[in-house]
């Protein structure tokens, strides 16, 4: 019997975090399938070989796109190939939505089963695709509550297995632990400052943050902290925090000790604000991006809100400041309104934990592992 072969596609940071875990508990349940792909270093630590790298795909925005479509267009090439020739049994697709709906197409067009985890947010941004996406795939497996419902009710087949990022993030046993190592004392306010997990993101979104802080020390002494994500050189974090004559610790490695520990956060929209909402950690979303990129999102959104937290709540919890909205004057307005007020941050703390119980219990990917291979299972006697 031939072994076992997945082609597993995770085209960004998160989704490569994602990736790492659910090809561990694949391999603990069947050590003899090879998982390869697109994904990061959590994905090869896990087990699993990269034929291409996340960081030779990942971009933001239409602008920062073109520059890559070549590269793309082969690694898509390559793939559909691979998988016309019959190299795979399955494909287990992690967010990426453009380019893992072709790999999804193709590998209809071959007959293999296609598994979508953590599936785009179709239902906030492109909802007319539900459907047809649902018909190139297998099984959606979600990570929040309404997706199942909502795949369902379009004919869809979808189990929710609680979010993956509740396996990631264990309960901090001392918040403060992080403060004394950076040497920020308990009665200093601390700041953390969250730009993104990409160098566009973070030269686009960081100046506006650094500006907003110098505000903000007019009237609150605070400490500030920038916590990077591994797919950052912290270098260029210190170099643009520099230039602006501002001083701020850049920690590489402890982003979720950071958030735990800060008294409130200006954070870009993404995971890292469900991050910030597993914790508890008062926060303000901002988000800037090209305005083409901006315009067309606005143009097929169905949702009031741009914050995961938000959109989750179905109400603003958190304040947003999205694109022409995110200048230093009103981060630091929105900030200093919370950082002078203890029982505004209070009152955020309690929402936000409503939320993040909405998310299920740990144990997600271990869930999505076994729903892949008893339907493979399935499929292949």
């Known amino acids: 019997m ?3 072969k997945l082609l597993l596609v995770a085209g ?15 391999l603990k349940l069947a050590p003899d399938i090879r998982i390869e792909g697109l994904g990061g270093e959590r994905l090869r630590r896990a087990g699993g070989a990269t034929l291409y790298d996340i960081s030779k795909v990942s971009s ?7 520059g890559k479509l070549r590269f793309i267009k082969g690694v898509l090439d390559d793939f559909r190939s691979r998988i016309a020739a019959s190299e795979y049994d399955a494909a287990i697709l992690i967010d990426y939505p453009d380019f893992n709906v072709r790999i999804a197409k193709a590998c209809d067009a071959a007959g293999i089963p296609v598994f979508y985890y953590v599936c785009p947010q179709f239902w906030a941004w492109r909802r007319y ?17 309404f997706e199942e419902r909502l795949y369902e009710k379009n004919g869809v087949r979808a189990h929710f297995v609680g979010h993956p990022l509740l396996d990631e993030l264990p ?10 190592e950076l040497g920020i004392d308990r009665r200093h306010t601390m700041l953390g400052l ?8 973070v030269v686009r979104i960081l100046p506006a943050m650094v500006d907003a802080v110098k505000i903000i020390r007019a009237s609150k002494p605070v400490k500030v902290v920038i916590p990077c994500a591994d797919s950052i050189d912290p270098a260029l974090v210190r ?13 590489s490695g402890k982003t979720w000790e950071i958030i735990n520990a800060c008294d409130f956060l200006i954070c870009k929209s ?3 604000t469900l991050q910030a909402t597993i914790a508890g950690t008062p926060m303000v979303i901002v988000y800037k991006s090209d305005w083409f990129s901006y315009l067309l999102a606005k143009s097929i959104s169905h949702v009031k809100w741009a914050g995961l937290p938000n959109l989750l709540a179905q109400k603003e919890i958190v304040p947003e400041l999205i694109q022409g909205e995110m200048t230093p004057s009103n981060i630091a307005k929105t900030a200093l309104s919370f950082l002078h007020d203890p029982s505004r941050r209070k009152s955020m703390r309690k929402e936000l934990g409503k939320v993040a119980a909405t998310l299920g219990e740990p144990g997600g990917s271990s869930r999505a592992a076994g729903l892949i291979m008893d339907y493979m299972k399935s499929f292949y006697e």
């Not at 975090?17 to 561990?24: E, K, V």
């Not at 170099?239 to 920690?251: F, K």
């Open 239 to 251: 170099r643009i925090v520099g230039d602006m004559g501002e001083e701020a610790a850049v920690v």
């Open 171 to 180: 309960p901090v046993a001392d918040p403060g632990a992080i403060r004394e």
């Open 194 to 201: 969250m730009p993104g997990s990409r160098n566009g993101e």
């Open 2 to 4: 031939k072994q076992r």
């Open 60 to 66: 933001v925005g239409v602008a920062s796109m073109v």
């Open 129 to 145: 695709r539900i459907k047809s996406v649902g018909r190139l795939v297998d099984m959606m497996i979600v990570v929040f509550p």
């Open 270 to 272: 993404g995971t890292s």
């Open 12 to 26: 960004e940071e998160s989704g490569d975090l994602y990736a790492g875990r659910i090809c561990r508990h694949i």
